[in-house]
């Protein structure tokens, strides 16, 4: 019975060793431990053996059927190992690859990093407020009177029933200035003994107005500049204005102010850029050789107050554009409807 055992595994061993493939082993696992194979016949022989010799023989005859499972599951893995290797040597790696598909940044979010850039280079500082603010900080703070057009729901996002003892009704931010109102704030509280550290403010957000036609959008973005010292003037902000249209539209733009009314701001302008069609001479896009882009002004003394700043010791100006617009107004770039920025088409997109 012993010399069974021992050849049966010889057997099976040697069976296993030249098997080619998964079915083939099966079967010979079959063979030797399948219901009728030939260990089980062999185990089913034991009880009619001596006691003391059948627990010797017990213990070789379970060693052989591990020692075949454990041959046909090592085969097994041999064989897979084998056709990978197959398959790679199969694998031509001078053959062109599959080009995978390149997606791009947004070009509103492409504007927002170059816009950036440009202010960064004469020292303003990218700050990020709510989009989600109080009353104070978008109007009231901002020299709003009570009964001014955008303070009314038509004009203005609010959140229904959301309203703070000081700061009035929670509302989506219709523009950034509510970020001059944070920036100063936050100035006046690190200040020491009342003098507080220059500012230089590059705000860009996300607004929000009802308002939607082939130049407005529900949403949209504006970048504000905001820059509180001692002594500044409208040249400084001239200045500003000049460097940044050259930088962003070309070296051939210029840029003029025209008197205007903005309640944060005195005085106050709109600020125009040359026509980058007619180079300023007129043409059927501008009418008169100019492109609105937004306002601007010297920051209000009621607005530096409502912050906590000395009007006597501190001044300082402010502008306010859109992204989109200006993403509009630059040189080759004919987009006449703004909402189409936001339409999700690829075919529009893509061109970017
Ligand atoms: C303002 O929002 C002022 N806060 C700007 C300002 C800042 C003035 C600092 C003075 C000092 P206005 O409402 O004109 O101003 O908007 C400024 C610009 O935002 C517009 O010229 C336009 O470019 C853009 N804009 C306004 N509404 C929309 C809209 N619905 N869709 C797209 N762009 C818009």
Request: hydrophobic share 35%; with cysteine; charged share 30%.
């Amino acid at each position: 019975m012993e010399n069974e055992l021992i050849n049966l595994k010889n057997n099976a061993l040697s069976l296993i060793l030249e098997a080619e493939d998964e079915k083939e082993l099966e079967e010979i696992k079959l063979q030797f431990l399948g219901r009728s194979g030939k260990l089980t016949q062999a185990i089913r022989k034991l009880p009619k053996i001596d006691i003391e010799k059948r627990k010797e023989l017990g213990v070789l005859a379970n060693e052989v059927k591990e020692t075949i499972e454990a041959s046909v599951d090592e085969k097994k893995k041999q064989l897979k190992k084998g056709i990978l290797m197959s398959k790679i040597r199969k694998i031509d790696v001078t053959n062109p690859g599959i080009k995978p598909q390149i997606g791009h940044l947004h070009l509103v979010t492409q504007a927002i990093s170059e816009i950036t850039s440009i202010f960064e280079k004469i020292g303003f500082v990218r700050v990020r407020y709510p989009e989600v603010e109080w009353d104070w900080y978008a109007f009231e703070a901002l020299n709003f009177p009570k009964d001014h057009p955008a303070r009314d729901d038509w004009e203005t996002f609010f959140i229904d029933g959301a309203s703070h003892k000081k700061y009035g009704p929670m509302l989506l931010t219709p523009h950034t200035s509510s970020g001059q109102i944070r920036e100063m704030s936050n100035a006046v509280k690190s200040s020491v003994s009342g003098e507080i550290s220059p500012i230089k403010m590059l705000n860009i957000a996300k607004c929000y107005r009802r308002q939607s036609d082939v130049s407005h959008t529900p949403m949209f973005h504006q970048f504000e500049g905001l820059a509180i010292d001692k002594n500044l003037s409208i040249v400084n902000l001239k200045g500003v204005l000049d460097y940044f249209v050259k930088s962003y539209f070309g070296e051939k733009r210029v840029s003029r102010i025209r008197p205007y009314h903005f309640e944060f701001t005195e005085p106050s302008f709109e600020v125009d850029v040359s026509c980058g069609v007619c180079n300023g001479q007129g043409c059927s896009l501008c009418k008169d050789g100019w492109l609105e882009l937004g306002g601007a002004g010297m920051v209000h003394p009621n607005v530096l107050k409502n912050t906590g700043i000395d009007p006597d010791k501190f001044n300082g100006f402010a502008f306010g554009w859109g992204v989109e617009r200006a993403l509009m107004m630059k040189d080759g770039l004919e987009i006449d409807d703004l909402r189409l920025i936001y339409s999700n088409k690829l075919e529009f997109l893509e061109q970017f």
